[in-house]
């Protein structure tokens, strides 16, 4: 297990370093002007300042308003994985139970009417559907809100950037409302982002419950002449459904620069809008920061759930003592 | 399948995540652009007028919109000496500035704090003269120089105004977005706390509403000033939201996220005019678009050339092509709207033909290029200058005229204006007060340059003395007159050619009533009602 765990620690060690190398070739590049009188110190010194600086929670202040940049930066990302979440939770909703529909009718029509929804979900863009979603209210009036976090009414103070939580500390004020409002304003960028996690889903529940379906347990199941009903919901789901959770990890990142883009449509306040709005304004020391805390959440986060799964599922124990 | 279901579900909520209570007094505003300050006596570009003027700040006078005649503001009334070179204004007793968290008032309004908000401008050795001053629009920022040469606190509750010689724009002047009054004690607490720059970005007036905040996002929140003077609306709360993207802002409207928004596309103008949810609301500006012809030039010195060439220009064309419908089309320098504006029965004719007849028997010289210079970015009174030179190289061309664009900006373009190195110049000229004069002045005075607008170097000794003469005439008809003459002579020497009256559009909910939105000084919240049309 010890070891197991250091070769991922050692893993994400490297990566990170090589993470800080492209981080600081770009601030390097970026600030070339700022600072020339420092740069006869040599790069490698630089760079290792640069290094103890991260180390300290210090990326930098905006140039534009002088702000610490991790700080804003968590804040950003904060409502960014709020809109991943809930564009999760909705998808997942959605397609699973058409996935699981899908593979225990395999190749019926219904399983191709679905597979059709899916792929086509898959051909359209993310973006071209944020936009065609942002023109929603001319054919519907006052429905859903299509632009920004929160209306401008309430006034949440930033508390944990997530302000799904945030708009539940100020319930005395507004009660609920602030919190409804937020939701609100989740729902069309969320059905929007969960459009690419649907087609995803869909697929994998298929798969997975075909293979399932087809295992030489369910058909000792059908021998022993369990209905059908009983087989699917006691022996098949239970097995069907874990393996999809690290297929998902691996949509990570793809989702979150999905989100990226509709955060811009929906002029939501998420580090990609941070990093688009300080590109446009020439704070270009926003970027390196920005690729940190991106990159370095993918990146342990995709570790932690290696390590959860292999705590959680049996199956995957087998890795911890793949070097004896 | 579930996924229209729910789509289908939601359609059926329809807006029920507001809370009636809040969104009823709460009335929000999406504009296309930041302001620059909270103060309108530096910054003139329109959005910060419409963040301030009404709603932060009053004036001492100001103009009555449905009579066009001065109504009292501040100022309970005034006198003017015999001589009229002294203005005397008494002060309204309990006015009281705003309370904020950055500020506590102590007393109400006095002479003091008159004489601090024009002295700002006016004296050199003022210690907020240079405050957050940007040397560049230096010239712009002291409409009062030339006019007044002191005032003086006579109580209390009276100040009095001396001018420099008799001058009837005085009230004009002081009924723009620039002479409204600031609190001299704040402006003393700055000073003591160390940051005089926070009186023009934590703003403190006596207007309706009350500075609370604003944030980088572009969010400008007010609240009710509850000790304003003059009867107020059920807005409690207003809020300016930035979003440059029209299609956004247009969306906002319709989802019912905005109340009102400024500047919707033109695009759009059919469509919203249509929808019966939504006024759209457009006042026609004083802002013009010109082409100067420059009169020193060999070429066009004489007035017949420049009539022909103005014959030659189609105007409607550049009017769809360039402004689609946020301008109207004009033949005249002065606004349907000014008192001063001379009927016109016969109008310009577009006519190419007839155009070249003209220039031919006038022994026009077809072989000479004709130079267009225009400056690099838009402005106020052109969305596209260089969409409209191409227009107008296009209609020289069809009568034989060879053109040649020219693009500058910034110093080159001053420098070349300066020089007077050019035949013609497409410009145009942002208007600041409802006054004549303020057009006529900077563009035919014989002493404005053409950096101040004399981009045709026009100098005219009849035009001269009439300009002069309307300014200290007290007689309202012979004043009409003298600007009669003038635009009769103008139209027909033309000095420039008249494009278009520049239109401010705005979009508003049907739910709001009484929202004002003046072409000068911005759009006015204080007595706008928001009502529950479900």
Not at chain 1, 100 to 125: C, E, H, S, V
Not at chain 2, 54 to 68: A, E, G, M
Not at chain 2, 382 to 392: G, Q, S
Request: proline share 4%; charged share 15%; hydrophobic share 45%.
């Amino acid at each position: 297990m010890l070891s197991f765990l250091l070769r991922r620690l050692n893993l994400l060690l490297i990566t990170a370093l090589i993470l800080t190398i492209i981080a600081f070739a770009v601030d390097r590049i970026v600030s070339v002007n700022a600072d020339a009188v420092v740069s006869h110190n040599g790069y490698i010194s630089q760079y290792f300042s640069y290094l103890w600086n991260i180390l300290n929670g210090n990326l930098g202040h905006s140039s534009v308003d002088n702000q610490a940049l991790l700080d804003r930066g968590l804040i950003f990302f904060a409502s960014t994985l709020e809109l991943c979440f809930t564009a999760l939770i909705f998808s997942s909703i959605i397609a699973i139970p058409l996935g699981l529909l899908a593979g225990l009718f395999r190749n019926t029509r219904l399983d191709y009417g679905i597979m059709t929804i899916a792929i086509i979900g898959l051909a359209l863009p993310v973006f071209w559907v944020g936009v065609m979603a942002v023109l929603l209210p001319s054919v519907w009036g006052q429905v859903l809100p299509v632009d920004g976090n929160l209306s401008l009414i309430y006034e949440v103070p930033v508390v944990t950037g997530f302000l799904l939580i945030d708009t539940l500390m100020v319930t005395e004020q507004y009660e609920l409302f602030a919190f409804i409002d937020r939701v609100a304003h989740l729902i069309l960028p969320a059905l929007v982002l969960s459009f690419f996690l649907i087609t995803e889903i869909v697929r994998l529940t298929r798969h997975s419950m075909t293979m399932v379906m087809r295992s030489n347990y369910i058909q000792a199941a059908y021998a022993k002449g369990f209905s059908r009903t009983k087989i699917v919901f006691a022996h098949a789901l239970k097995n069907a459904l874990p393996p999809i959770i690290p297929q998902l990890r691996l949509q990570l990142s793809t989702i979150i620069s999905f989100a990226m883009t509709i955060e811009i449509v929906f002029n939501l306040n998420g580090i990609g809008k941070w990093l688009f709005i300080s590109l446009k304004t020439g704070d270009y020391l926003v970027l390196p920061a920005g690729i940190l805390i991106i990159s370095g959440f993918i990146l342990s986060f995709s570790i932690f759930i290696e390590i959860l799964m292999v705590i959680i599922s049996p199956l995957r124990r087998g890795s911890l003592y793949a070097d004896k | 399948m579930r996924l229209i279901c729910l789509l289908f579900f939601i359609t059926t909520l329809s807006g029920c995540y507001q809370n009636k209570a809040l969104t009823q007094n709460t009335l929000i505003y999406c504009t296309e652009s930041l302001p620059t300050s909270f103060n309108p006596q530096i910054s003139h570009d329109i959005a910060s007028l419409d963040a301030t003027t009404h709603q932060i700040y009053s004036r001492l006078v100001t103009i009555d919109s449905k009579t066009n005649k001065f109504i009292p503001d501040l100022a309970e009334s005034w006198q003017r000496s015999d001589d009229k070179l002294r203005y005397r204004f008494t002060l309204r007793s309990n006015i009281s500035f705003h309370q904020t968290d950055f500020f506590k008032p102590t007393r109400f309004l006095n002479a003091d704090d008159v004489l601090f908000s024009f002295n700002r401008m006016l004296d050199y050795q003022h210690p907020y003269h240079m405050v957050n001053n940007q040397a560049e629009n230096y010239f712009y920022n002291h409409p009062f120089t030339n006019l007044l040469s002191e005032i003086n606190k006579i109580d209390d509750h009276t100040v009095e105004f001396v001018l420099v010689k008799p001058d009837v724009t005085l009230l004009a002047n002081l009924a723009a977005h620039y002479a409204v009054i600031h609190s001299q004690e704040y402006a003393n607490q700055l000073i003591q706390q160390g940051q005089p720059e926070n009186l023009d970005f934590q703003p403190i007036g006596t207007g309706p509403f009350k500075f609370k905040s604003f944030d980088s996002n572009g969010t400008i929140r007010y609240k009710k000033h509850a000790l304003y003077w003059q009867s107020m609306t059920n807005i409690q709360n207003l809020i300016y939201f930035t979003n440059p993207s029209a299609t956004k802002r247009y969306t906002k409207l319709l989802s019912g996220e905005c109340d009102a928004i400024s500047y919707p596309a033109a695009s759009q103008l059919e469509t919203l005019s249509k929808n019966k949810n939504i006024t759209l609301n457009s006042k026609s500006t004083e802002n013009i678009a010109l082409w100067a012809f420059n009169t020193k030039r060999d070429i066009l010195k004489n007035y017949q050339v420049r009539q022909a060439l103005s014959q030659a220009i189609d105007k409607k064309t550049i009017l769809q092509a360039v402004y689609f419908q946020s301008a109207i089309q004009t033949d005249t320098l002065l606004s349907k709207q000014s008192w001063a504006l001379k009927p016109r029965f016969e109008n310009d004719q577009y006519d190419p033909d007839k155009a070249r007849q003209n220039l031919t028997l006038l022994n026009y010289d077809f072989s000479k290029t004709l130079t267009i210079l225009l400056p690099d970015s838009s402005d106020v009174f052109n969305p596209n200058f260089h969409k409209t030179a191409e227009l107008i190289q296009a209609n020289l061309g069809d009568i034989g005229i060879k053109t040649d664009i020219i693009n500058l900006s910034g110093a080159a373009l001053k420098a070349r204006l300066r020089s007077g190195d050019y035949d013609t110049y497409l410009t145009g000229i942002n208007v600041h007060i409802n006054d004549p004069d303020s057009i006529f002045r900077p563009l035919l005075s014989c002493n404005s340059t053409a950096e101040t607008g004399n981009s045709s170097h026009w100098c005219s000794p009849k035009i001269q003395v009439l300009l002069d003469q309307s300014l200290t005439e007290s007689n309202f008809a012979q004043r009409i007159k003298n600007y009669y003459q003038i635009q009769d002579e103008i139209y027909k020497q033309r000095p420039y050619l008249p494009i278009a009256h520049v239109l401010r559009l705005d979009a508003i909910s049907k739910s709001i009533l009484n929202v004002e939105v003046n072409p000068l000084t911005g759009i006015n919240f204080q007595n706008a009602i928001k009502q529950d049309l479900n």
